[in-house]
Antibody
Framework: QLQLQESGPGLVKPSETLSLTCTVSGGSISSSSYYWGWIRQPPGKGLEWIGSIYYSGSTYYNPSLKSRVTISVDTSKNQFSLKLSSVTAADTAVYYC?????????????WGQGTLVTVSS | QSVLTQPPSASGTPGQRVTISCSGSSSNIGSNTVNWYQQLPGTAPKLLIYSNNQRPSGVPDRFSGSKSGTSASLAISGLQSEDEADYYCAAWDDSLNGHVVFGGGTKLTVL
Protein backbone atom coordinates (compact mmCIF):
# COMPACT_ATOMS: atom_id res chain seq x y z
CA GLN A 1 0.00 0.00 0.00
CA LEU A 2 1.46 3.32 -1.07
CA GLN A 3 2.03 5.82 1.75
CA LEU A 4 3.15 9.42 1.71
CA GLN A 5 4.43 11.28 4.75
CA GLU A 6 5.21 14.98 5.01
CA SER A 7 7.95 16.19 7.33
CA GLY A 8 9.50 19.51 8.21
CA PRO A 9 9.35 22.42 10.66
CA GLY A 10 5.93 23.35 11.94
CA LEU A 11 6.93 26.96 12.57
CA VAL A 12 8.67 29.30 10.14
CA LYS A 13 9.52 32.96 10.63
CA PRO A 14 8.24 35.60 8.20
CA SER A 15 10.58 36.27 5.24
CA GLU A 16 12.29 32.89 5.72
CA THR A 17 12.04 29.77 3.56
CA LEU A 18 9.57 26.99 4.27
CA SER A 19 11.04 23.55 3.57
CA LEU A 20 9.10 20.29 3.55
CA THR A 21 9.87 16.77 2.43
CA CYS A 22 7.48 14.03 1.35
CA THR A 23 8.70 10.48 1.84
CA VAL A 24 7.07 7.83 -0.33
CA SER A 25 6.89 4.23 0.86
CA GLY A 26 5.29 1.13 -0.59
CA GLY A 27 6.15 2.18 -4.14
CA SER A 28 8.82 3.84 -6.23
CA ILE A 29 8.82 7.56 -6.89
CA SER A 30 10.64 6.73 -10.12
CA SER A 31 7.58 5.05 -11.61
CA SER A 32 7.03 6.46 -15.07
CA SER A 33 3.31 6.51 -14.49
CA TYR A 34 3.02 9.20 -11.87
CA TYR A 35 3.56 12.79 -10.89
CA TRP A 36 4.04 13.99 -7.33
CA GLY A 37 2.43 17.17 -6.08
CA TRP A 38 2.09 19.60 -3.22
CA ILE A 39 -1.28 21.06 -2.20
CA ARG A 40 -1.98 23.39 0.70
CA GLN A 41 -5.03 24.41 2.70
CA PRO A 42 -5.08 27.52 4.91
CA PRO A 43 -7.06 27.03 8.14
CA GLY A 44 -10.77 27.02 7.38
CA LYS A 45 -10.22 27.58 3.66
CA GLY A 46 -10.07 25.60 0.44
CA LEU A 47 -7.38 23.67 -1.40
CA GLU A 48 -4.62 25.31 -3.45
CA TRP A 49 -2.27 23.44 -5.76
CA ILE A 50 1.33 24.51 -5.29
CA GLY A 51 3.05 22.43 -7.94
CA SER A 52 4.03 18.99 -9.17
CA ILE A 53 7.14 17.14 -10.25
CA TYR A 54 7.96 14.10 -12.38
CA TYR A 55 10.71 11.72 -11.31
CA SER A 56 12.87 13.05 -14.14
CA GLY A 57 12.77 16.48 -12.53
CA SER A 58 10.21 18.19 -14.78
CA THR A 59 8.24 20.66 -12.71
CA TYR A 60 4.93 22.49 -12.98
CA TYR A 61 4.06 25.34 -10.66
CA ASN A 62 1.04 27.41 -9.70
CA PRO A 63 1.56 30.71 -11.56
CA SER A 64 0.62 32.68 -8.43
CA LEU A 65 3.43 31.04 -6.42
CA LYS A 66 5.95 30.27 -9.14
CA SER A 67 8.41 33.03 -8.21
CA ARG A 68 8.77 31.63 -4.69
CA VAL A 69 8.45 27.85 -5.17
CA THR A 70 11.00 25.15 -5.87
CA ILE A 71 10.04 21.46 -5.98
CA SER A 72 12.77 18.85 -6.29
CA VAL A 73 13.02 15.08 -6.25
CA ASP A 74 15.55 12.67 -4.74
CA THR A 75 14.93 9.28 -6.30
CA SER A 76 17.65 7.63 -4.20
CA LYS A 77 15.69 8.48 -1.05
CA ASN A 78 12.24 8.08 -2.64
CA GLN A 79 11.46 11.64 -1.59
CA PHE A 80 10.38 14.92 -3.11
CA SER A 81 10.65 18.31 -1.49
CA LEU A 82 9.07 21.75 -1.40
CA LYS A 83 10.76 25.06 -0.76
CA LEU A 84 8.69 28.23 -0.49
CA SER A 85 10.67 31.41 -0.01
CA SER A 86 9.84 34.78 1.55
CA VAL A 87 6.92 33.41 3.52
CA THR A 88 4.27 35.55 5.17
CA ALA A 89 1.35 34.79 7.45
CA ALA A 90 -0.69 34.08 4.33
CA ASP A 91 1.41 30.95 3.80
CA THR A 92 0.18 29.43 7.05
CA ALA A 93 -1.58 26.25 6.00
CA VAL A 94 -1.74 22.49 6.15
CA TYR A 95 0.59 21.26 3.44
CA TYR A 96 -0.19 17.96 1.74
CA CYS A 97 1.84 15.87 -0.64
CA UNK A 98 0.00 13.64 -3.10
CA UNK A 99 0.37 11.49 -6.21
CA UNK A 100 -1.38 11.95 -9.54
CA UNK A 101 -1.38 10.11 -12.83
CA UNK A 102 -0.54 12.90 -15.26
CA UNK A 103 0.14 16.56 -14.79
CA UNK A 104 -2.93 17.52 -16.80
CA UNK A 105 -5.20 15.26 -14.80
CA UNK A 106 -5.28 16.31 -11.12
CA UNK A 107 -6.61 12.97 -9.90
CA UNK A 108 -4.61 12.90 -6.68
CA UNK A 109 -5.24 9.35 -5.54
CA UNK A 110 -2.84 9.00 -2.62
CA TRP A 111 -2.31 11.76 -0.06
CA GLY A 112 -0.13 12.31 2.96
CA GLN A 113 -1.83 13.12 6.23
CA GLY A 114 -0.78 16.75 5.95
CA THR A 115 1.43 18.92 8.12
CA LEU A 116 0.52 22.29 9.58
CA VAL A 117 3.05 25.02 8.96
CA THR A 118 2.58 28.26 10.84
CA VAL A 119 4.36 31.42 9.76
CA SER A 120 4.97 33.58 12.80
CA SER A 121 7.77 35.40 14.55
CA GLN B 1 -11.57 33.83 -5.44
CA SER B 2 -11.34 30.33 -6.89
CA VAL B 3 -11.13 29.70 -10.63
CA LEU B 4 -13.80 27.00 -10.34
CA THR B 5 -17.05 28.15 -8.73
CA GLN B 6 -18.93 25.95 -6.27
CA PRO B 7 -21.81 26.81 -3.96
CA PRO B 8 -20.42 27.27 -0.43
CA SER B 9 -23.03 25.01 1.11
CA ALA B 10 -25.53 22.30 0.34
CA SER B 11 -27.80 20.18 2.49
CA GLY B 12 -30.16 17.26 2.40
CA THR B 13 -31.89 14.73 4.57
CA PRO B 14 -30.95 11.05 4.81
CA GLY B 15 -31.98 9.14 1.71
CA GLN B 16 -32.25 12.24 -0.47
CA ARG B 17 -30.33 12.98 -3.64
CA VAL B 18 -28.08 16.03 -3.57
CA THR B 19 -26.10 17.64 -6.38
CA ILE B 20 -23.13 19.98 -6.13
CA SER B 21 -22.19 22.13 -9.11
CA CYS B 22 -18.80 23.28 -10.32
CA SER B 23 -18.62 26.04 -12.90
CA GLY B 24 -15.53 26.87 -14.90
CA SER B 25 -14.50 28.10 -18.32
CA SER B 26 -13.27 26.94 -21.70
CA SER B 27 -9.68 26.80 -20.48
CA ASN B 28 -10.38 24.36 -17.65
CA ILE B 29 -13.59 22.31 -17.46
CA GLY B 30 -14.40 23.07 -21.09
CA SER B 31 -11.28 21.33 -22.33
CA ASN B 32 -10.14 19.03 -19.52
CA THR B 33 -11.52 16.36 -17.24
CA VAL B 34 -12.95 17.08 -13.78
CA ASN B 35 -12.14 15.37 -10.51
CA TRP B 36 -14.02 15.49 -7.24
CA TYR B 37 -12.69 15.15 -3.70
CA GLN B 38 -14.36 14.49 -0.36
CA GLN B 39 -12.74 15.89 2.76
CA LEU B 40 -13.98 14.72 6.12
CA PRO B 41 -13.18 16.99 9.10
CA GLY B 42 -9.54 16.86 10.10
CA THR B 43 -8.50 14.49 7.32
CA ALA B 44 -6.80 14.67 3.96
CA PRO B 45 -8.99 14.90 0.86
CA LYS B 46 -10.05 11.64 -0.76
CA LEU B 47 -10.45 11.16 -4.51
CA LEU B 48 -14.14 10.55 -5.14
CA ILE B 49 -14.56 10.93 -8.91
CA TYR B 50 -11.92 11.18 -11.65
CA SER B 51 -12.12 11.81 -15.38
CA ASN B 52 -15.57 13.41 -15.01
CA ASN B 53 -17.50 10.28 -14.03
CA GLN B 54 -15.17 7.47 -12.97
CA ARG B 55 -15.17 6.11 -9.44
CA PRO B 56 -11.97 4.79 -7.84
CA SER B 57 -12.18 1.34 -6.35
CA GLY B 58 -14.03 1.42 -3.05
CA VAL B 59 -16.14 4.51 -3.72
CA PRO B 60 -19.85 3.64 -3.47
CA ASP B 61 -21.93 3.96 -6.61
CA ARG B 62 -24.12 6.45 -4.70
CA PHE B 63 -21.56 8.98 -5.89
CA SER B 64 -21.63 9.98 -9.55
CA GLY B 65 -20.15 12.75 -11.66
CA SER B 66 -21.07 14.42 -14.90
CA LYS B 67 -19.79 17.20 -17.13
CA SER B 68 -21.43 19.39 -19.73
CA GLY B 69 -19.63 22.21 -21.48
CA THR B 70 -17.89 24.33 -18.87
CA SER B 71 -19.75 22.93 -15.87
CA ALA B 72 -19.64 19.73 -13.87
CA SER B 73 -21.77 18.19 -11.17
CA LEU B 74 -21.37 15.72 -8.35
CA ALA B 75 -24.48 13.79 -7.37
CA ILE B 76 -24.91 11.89 -4.14
CA SER B 77 -27.93 9.62 -3.92
CA GLY B 78 -29.24 7.85 -0.86
CA LEU B 79 -27.63 10.51 1.33
CA GLN B 80 -26.09 9.19 4.55
CA SER B 81 -24.91 10.97 7.68
CA GLU B 82 -21.32 9.99 6.95
CA ASP B 83 -21.49 11.95 3.69
CA GLU B 84 -21.34 15.18 5.70
CA ALA B 85 -18.06 16.67 4.50
CA ASP B 86 -16.48 19.28 2.27
CA TYR B 87 -16.45 18.54 -1.46
CA TYR B 88 -14.02 20.04 -3.98
CA CYS B 89 -13.84 19.93 -7.76
CA ALA B 90 -10.53 20.19 -9.59
CA ALA B 91 -9.33 20.42 -13.17
CA TRP B 92 -6.33 21.33 -15.27
CA ASP B 93 -6.41 24.87 -16.66
CA ASP B 94 -4.65 25.43 -19.99
CA SER B 95 -3.97 29.14 -19.37
CA LEU B 96 -0.68 30.56 -18.08
CA ASN B 97 1.31 27.52 -19.29
CA GLY B 98 -1.11 25.20 -17.50
CA HIS B 99 -1.89 24.66 -13.87
CA VAL B 100 -4.24 22.79 -11.53
CA VAL B 101 -7.27 24.69 -10.26
CA PHE B 102 -9.64 23.78 -7.45
CA GLY B 103 -13.13 24.94 -6.63
CA GLY B 104 -13.67 26.81 -3.39
CA GLY B 105 -15.38 23.82 -1.83
CA THR B 106 -18.94 22.98 -0.81
CA LYS B 107 -19.82 22.06 2.74
CA LEU B 108 -22.50 19.37 2.69
CA THR B 109 -24.71 19.12 5.74
CA VAL B 110 -26.90 16.09 6.33
CA LEU B 111 -29.93 17.35 8.25
Amino acid sequence: QLQLQESGPGLVKPSETLSLTCTVSGGSISSSSYYWGWIRQPPGKGLEWIGSIYYSGSTYYNPSLKSRVTISVDTSKNQFSLKLSSVTAADTAVYYCARHVTVTRPNFDYWGQGTLVTVSS
Amino acid sequence: QSVLTQPPSASGTPGQRVTISCSGSSSNIGSNTVNWYQQLPGTAPKLLIYSNNQRPSGVPDRFSGSKSGTSASLAISGLQSEDEADYYCAAWDDSLNGHVVFGGGTKLTVL
